[in-house]
């Protein structure tokens, strides 16, 4: 299958500061991104999608000015988590799909820790 | 979550036995696709079925939809101990065709 890189795996960061998740699709061209968080033994949570090009379609409940998405290419969209606080630990994990939405490409997570 | 519940949450078993994972959805759908996660990791595609199919093979997995039911099932045979890991069913909304919704989960634990 196609390959989605996510960048960093793990990363440990002070309260207030801001960090800055990367996902790659490394070999198509991903019209579309989303971004998930999974809470300890739960289930992925969508949080927003993003189209190359455009403004990113957060979900209910999903703060845009807290977790900014850009999405400046057809195979890198980024996560920013800004102000980051204790209860924004979580494991955050993108996908990406072609233009045919059949499939969902996995990158294998970002553990944030905010300490 | 967000699309629907799976049951059971968690599921012990021999090797060498068969797993059933039942996943429920609330909305109308394009199609539903089966994930399989590692304690940890990323998510890889298992099998997906489209609204207009009942059911679909591939190797150890066989999974059923029943859209009048909003259900579906997961079907693992011989049950491997490599097979421990979560399971998770992902929805493809009809209306919302780009967003992918993920149902609760099963943890699968196969013990040798």
């Known amino acids: 299958g196609a390959v989605v890189s996510q960048h960093p795996s793990r990363v440990i960061c002070k309260s207030g500061t801001s960090v800055k998740i990367e996902c790659r699709s490394l070999d198509f061209q991903a019209t579309t991104m989303f971004w998930y968080r999974q809470f300890p033994k739960k289930s992925l949570m969508l949080m927003a999608t993003?189209?190359?090009?455009?403004?990113?379609?957060?979900e209910q409940g999903v703060e845009k000015d807290k977790f900014l998405i850009n999405h400046a290419s057809l195979t890198l969209s980024t996560l920013t988590v800004t102000s980051a606080h204790p209860e924004d630990s979580s494991f955050y994990i993108c996908?990406?799909?072609?233009?045919?939405?059949?499939?969902?490409?996995f990158g294998q997570g970002t553990r944030l820790t905010v300490v | 979550s967000q699309q629907g519940e799976e049951d059971p949450q968690a599921l012990s078993i021999q090797e060498g036995e068969n797993a059933t994972m039942n996943c429920s959805y609330k909305?109308?759908?394009?199609?539903l696709q089966w994930y399989r996660q590692n304690s940890g990791r990323g998510l890889v595609h298992l099998i997906l079925i489209r609204s207009n199919e009942r059911e679909k093979h591939s190797g150890r997995l066989r999974v059923t939809l029943d859209t009048s039911k909003k259900s579906s099932s997961l079907l693992i045979t011989a049950s491997r101990a490599a097979d421990t890991a979560s399971y998770f069913c992902a929805t493809v909304d009809i209306y919302n065709f780009n967003k992918f919704y993920f149902g609760s989960g099963t943890k699968l634990n196969v013990k040798p």
């Open positions: 909305t109308s759908i394009n199609n």
């Open positions: 993003s189209n190359e090009g455009s403004k990113a379609t957060y």
């Open positions: 996908s990406a799909t072609d233009r045919g939405y059949t499939e969902a490409f």
